[in-house]
């Protein structure tokens, strides 16, 4: 407190039977000191080993870790305003608003006098400063929490020093410090300079609040700090920033990823008006990781007229080795790749026997194609250099990443860097990459340092992404003479998303299986689940949910289908695969990463996952009797540490056409900071699983993407949403650790809507988008 007037996912683990071998091992070595021969003489020597360092979970094995001091992130002034800084970049899920409600609530601050001030990219400072995974509050809350307790704290040590009085006698009550013998108050700005001398409390001296002591934190009716800002206009976002002598660029890639810029003509460009530079960005070898692609830079006055300069040029590609990556030929070939035996991740019993010897098997393969984040603010970034430095302003998730791959291509050390992240008009986890942020900082350095803002088009955003992965999921099962499963068999064919960083990698690695694939509960004797060989030809990236969505949706429509094969109730079908309410030890299910969290502090709750069906069936009246070509839906994800599940309710008519009556939504995060962003959130999953289903696709031929803009990347429509989406949350549970709320509710949505065009139709949808799929009933 003061006075004032990147990360990569860590995806290796190994094997339980692995883990007690090296723990074996490690006992001996520290046991023995000397080895002695048979004749007494001795023939080795050997120190203790040093005990194995605890393992790090959560934000404290992230970069930068976590931080918690409130110099750092608290300021008072002499008026009492407080300012908090935001250390997580903010793109509607609130948490420039929920930070402040927990630094607030355990400060007694009044929440009307606190103002946020976004940090700039620092992770030394700051720590860890990714906004991705599902993990702001899930890894910030409970630091942030003990800012706010040790600011009170040193605000009622120095109000104790002003009156001489101890500490214990003093008490910070909303806005104020409170001598409770004898009635005397200061307000915080009265002693904020001698606070700030104050020594940091020590944490284990921290008293924290009890939920039942909450302002703030779990209520309802707090409103965004920014919202009127936004619906004013005066927020600025990054697409939003001016400077004097500003310039506007766009660039001209190769169209296929790996390829290179053979030749240019620049003379038409150059007589467009406006123009003013044409320069030749180099491209990046592939594996390009988060750098830029290269191509030919427009500079102008304004951005139609670098648009259009960009149309005028003559440019020939060299394509490389993906020039003709077709997603037609793809599919097939994912399809073989999910057809054949491949290594097994999860192998208990012996899956491959059951499935041989059973009279009785469900067999179904899920395609999903590729999908673009299609964030409403194309990514676009403005660079300047002023003394030698590099100041960024830019929508960016990672703004240390941003700044480490910025000064590693103009050549500055990151100190030299100042990535400022303004608000993003979406992210869904595309502005975690930098490339365009190097792109600004690139081309501002050839224009000797000139303010320059680069922009991406609709077109360039949709046909430069990091895609999300193509997939063919192939489910096996063997039923017993009741329907109950008696093996499962679960092949995920995609593209890894670490072929962006690594052209060898051919599989889906630990954390990607870890998502609704590995980790499945369900109470089956045997179980395989394999990860076949493939080879990704374009940029995969982290989406809204990642890989829990098509492993979710194959899961899902499978138990859906298993169910009809038993002729059983859906949802009574899942809830009995459950089994009994159990807490799980993840890596019992060979899920050895649990998206980096500890296993003891986040095992898998069937309980918790009965919960939210129950919750979401309930909202939705399941098992009501509906009209001929009406059906209900029903399905269950467990991501990011939180539950999920959805309840859609469709009609199709005689020609085919769909109607999204209601969706019902439930929600099990454990705590809860800000439950109208929570809300918020998951509605925007709804209507953002709702579109992905009916229309989401990127295709390519000969290499390239055949969608430009949204006459042919279809979002969800008015007409499309459904009448009424029905929010369950469950009730705020504080004895747990947090889990994240910005994806979970994303998975379960579309085979929620494909199991309830089953229920209304009996036609069953294993192909994304839907499109034309539908029938008449």
């Not at 037609?328 to 192998?347: G, H």
Request: net charge positive; glycine share 8%.
């Amino acid at each position: 407190m003061s006075h004032t007037t990147r990360s990569q996912e860590a995806v290796a683990g190994h094997s339980p039977s692995d883990e007690s071998r090296r723990r074996l091992l490690k006992g001996f070595a520290g046991s023995l000191a000397l080895i002695v021969s048979a004749a007494g003489e001795v023939v080795a020597q050997t120190a203790p080993a040093a005990p194995a360092p605890p393992p790090k979970y959560g934000g404290d094995r992230m970069p930068g870790g976590l931080v918690d001091d409130p110099l750092v992130f608290v300021s008072v002034a002499a008026d009492g305003t407080v300012t908090v800084v935001c250390h997580r970049a903010e793109m509607g899920q609130g948490v420039r608003t929920s930070i402040p409600m927990v630094v607030a609530d355990e400060m007694e601050a009044d929440l009307l006098r606190v103002r946020v001030t976004q940090a700039p990219g620092d992770e030394k400072r700051f720590g860890n400063q990714n906004t991705d995974g599902s993990r702001s509050l899930r890894h910030s809350m409970d630091p942030m929490r003990r800012v706010g307790a040790a600011a009170r704290m040193m605000l009622e040590a120095a109000a104790a020093a002003r009156w001489g009085v101890p500490a214990a006698e003093v008490r910070a009550v909303n806005h104020e410090l409170v001598h409770q013998p004898s009635g005397r108050k200061l307000g915080f700005g009265s002693v904020a300079v001698a606070a700030a001398s104050v020594p940091v409390p020590a944490r284990e001296s921290l008293v924290l609040k009890t939920p039942a002591q909450f302002r703030y934190i779990g209520k309802s009716d707090i409103r965004p700090i920014d919202g009127a800002d936004i619906v004013r206009g005066r927020a600025v976002f990054g697409i939003d920033t001016r400077m004097d002598r500003m310039v506007y660029a766009v660039v001209a890639r190769p169209p296929v990823v790996g390829g290179k810029l053979k030749s240019f003509n620049a003379d038409k460009a150059l007589q467009v008006p406006g123009v003013i530079r044409i320069l030749e960005l180099k491209s990046t070898p592939l594996p390009a990781a988060h750098h830029p692609l290269g191509g030919v830079a427009v500079v102008a006055r304004n951005t139609w007229a670098a648009i259009k300069g960009r149309e005028a040029l003559v440019i020939e590609w060299d394509n490389g080795p993906h020039g003709s990556y077709d997603s037609d030929d793809y599919k097939r070939a994912l399809e073989t790749a999910a057809r054949t035996p491949s290594k097994a991740v999860r192998n208990e019993g012996d899956a491959t026997a059951a499935l041989a010897q059973a009279s009785r098997r469900v067999e179904a393969e899920y395609y999903l194609p590729h999908i673009a984040h299609a964030t409403m603010e194309p990514p676009v970034a403005t660079a300047r250099f002023v003394d030698g430095r590099c100041e960024i302003w830019a929508p960016t998730q990672a703004p240390q990443g941003a700044r480490d791959n910025v000064a590693a291509h103009v050549g500055l050390k990151a100190e030299q860097v100042t990535v400022n992240a303004t608000l993003l008009g979406g992210g869904f986890g595309r502005k975690s990459k930098s490339d365009f942020i190097s792109e600004a900082a690139l081309i501002s350095k050839e224009m000797g340092g000139r303010p320059v803002k680069l922009q991406w088009t609709r077109e360039d955003d949709l046909r430069h992404d990091y895609y999300h992965a193509v997939a063919v999921e192939r489910l096996e099962a063997a039923l017993d003479p009741q329907g109950k499963p008696l093996a499962w068999l679960h092949r995920s064919a995609a593209p890894s998303i670490g072929w962006t960083f690594s052209l060898d990698t051919k599989v889906l690695r630990p954390l990607e299986m870890g998502m609704t694939a590995i980790n499945v509960p369900y109470v089956i004797p045997n179980v395989r689940i394999e990860t076949p060989e493939v080879s990704a030809h374009t940029r995969i990236g982290w989406f809204r949910a990642v890989y829990n969505v098509p492993h979710a949706f194959a899961v899902q429509c499978f138990v859906n289908e298993l169910a009809a094969a038993a002729g059983r109730d859906s949802k009574e079908y899942l809830l009995e695969l459950l089994g009994p309410d159990r807490r799980i030890d993840p890596r019992t299910l060979s899920d050895q990463v649990n998206y980096g969290e500890s296993p003891e502090r986040y095992p898998i709750d069937t309980g918790r996952m009965r919960r939210v069906i129950e919750l979401a069936a309930n909202g939705a009246r399941w098992g009501r009797t509906l009209p001929r070509g009406r059906g209900l839906g029903l399905a269950m994800a467990y991501s990011f540490m939180t539950y999920a599940a959805a309840v859609v309710e469709v009609e199709v008519d005689a020609k085919g056409s769909l109607r999204i009556v209601d969706v019902d939504m439930a929600l099990d995060c454990g705590p809860q900071i800000n439950p109208e962003r929570i809300r918020s959130q998951v509605e925007g999953s709804v209507i953002m699983g709702l579109g992905l289903a009916l229309h989401g696709e990127i295709t390519f031929k000969a290499g390239q993407v055949t969608q430009s803009n949204f006459h042919d990347h279809v979002l969800l429509r008015q007409n499309e949403a459904p009448r009424q989406i029905r929010v369950h949350l469950a009730p705020a549970d504080y004895s747990v650790a947090p889990g994240g709320v910005g994806e979970p509710g994303l998975p379960p949505v579309a085979p929620a809507l494909c199991n309830a065009i089953f229920a209304a139709t009996g036609n069953r949808i294993r192909r994304l988008p839907i499109g034309n799929q539908l029938v008449p009933t």
